[in-house]
């Protein structure tokens, strides 16, 4: 069993930041890329930000200049620094990751989400 765990999530003004962590724990052999993506009421789920294993990273357009997303591997967690945020950042944000497990088999997994709530 592999699980993902998000935290960090909360109410903040137009302008704060957040800083997003996420959790990988269970069977894990290999972690591949992890990413962070979100979901705002009535819209498709989008992706922020993914990171290899590398460190190299690739962030949406919306989210340029704004955040950052890095990762420990010694501790299969990935984070988000989220500055300068805007009303239109406010969505529940969700952990991916793909991996190996013990068994060897190669999956994609999914944490549970967190809220993001900006205000104006």
């Known amino acids: 069993q592999v699980r993902l765990v998000e935290s960090g999530g909360g109410l903040v003004q137009s302008g704060g930041f957040l800083r997003l962590s996420c959790a990988a724990s269970g069977s894990i052999f290999r972690i591949n890329t992890m990413a962070w993506y979100r979901q705002a009421p009535g819209k498709q789920r989008e992706l922020v930000a993914d990171i290899t294993r590398g460190g190299s990273t690739n962030n949406a357009d919306s989210v340029k200049g704004r955040f950052t997303i890095s990762r420990d591997n010694a501790k299969n967690t990935v984070y988000l620094q989220m500055n300068s945020l805007k009303p239109e950042d406010t969505a529940v944000y969700y952990c991916?990751?793909?991996?190996?497990?013990?068994?060897?088999?190669?999956?994609?997994?999914w944490g549970q989400g967190t809220q993001v709530t900006v205000s104006s």
């Open positions: 991916n990751a793909d991996l190996w497990d013990q068994s060897s088999d190669y999956a994609d997994y």
